[in-house]
């Protein structure tokens, strides 16, 4: 499938069997309760779709959907389960989740910024009860990005700027977090068990709950005793 105009197109329960998909348009179109078998998307345009209900990863073939090269600006997911799925090189500016799956998930060379000038950018996205676990989320820029109740259990942010990010009650066990930023970022009310400060490239002005001193503290060989 090549080259298709599906422009604000509407899309309900339907199953997609296409092994590739390049070059189409589904700019402004709406996706419920749809299913897709492992996709291939390749320079398609998805701006400003919404995902409702859909499942793009195959329970049998445990494997997800591939974007590569596509712009997918503005779009609101929503209880969809993109779990393996790989995101290549894709614009992701400003990609609303909610309760969504993840799992796996990996993003190389994507970006979530978008460029107002030669010299200013603004990194913006937001996610909702989405399941980050296991996915690969090194090297990405989510500047001032926002993470409520998310789940990233031994997800790699390895040279990963989350700086200014939200990280509200998010589950961050065991995660990677070798050259990550933190500088201002707000982690209060998130489990933050094997986060050690000594492995971050900036952690100045990191926002954490009263509850994790202690944690932090024992990852950097402190031992806290009560008096």
Not at 6 to 27: G, H, K, N, Y
Not at 53 to 61: A, E, I, K, N, P
Request: charged share 25%; glycine share 4%; hydrophobic share 35%.
């Amino acid at each position: 499938m090549d080259g298709v105009d599906f422009t604000e197109s509407r899309f309900d329960r339907c199953l997609f069997r296409v092994p590739a998909i390049r070059s189409a348009d589904f700019s402004g179109s709406a996706f419920k309760n749809c299913r897709f078998e492992p996709t291939r998307f390749a320079s398609c345009k998805l701006a400003n779709t919404h995902f409702d209900g859909c499942s793009l990863f195959d329970l049998q073939q445990r494997k997800g959907c591939t974007f590569a090269f596509c712009d997918i600006q503005a779009v609101e997911t929503v209880k969809c389960n993109f779990a393996t799925s790989s995101f290549e090189r894709c614009d992701l500016y400003n990609v609303r989740g909610v309760e969504c799956s993840f799992r796996g998930a990996q993003f190389q060379h994507s970006t979530f910024t978008k460029a107002l000038s030669k010299r200013s950018t603004l990194t913006k996205a937001s996610f909702d009860k989405c399941n980050f676990s296991f996915a690969d989320l090194s090297g990405l820029h989510l500047q001032s990005c926002e993470f409520l109740s998310c789940k990233f259990s031994e997800a790699s942010f390895i040279d990963t700027d989350l700086s200014h990010s939200t990280m509200l009650a998010c589950a961050l066990d065991r995660a990677e977090w070798d050259r990550a930023k933190l500088r201002k970022a707000d982690l209060r009310g998130s489990q933050i068990s094997g986060l050690n400060l000594a492995v971050l490239a900036d952690y100045a002005g990191l926002t954490i709950s009263e509850s994790e001193q202690s944690e932090i503290l024992k990852q950097l060989g402190v031992d806290v005793r009560p008096e």
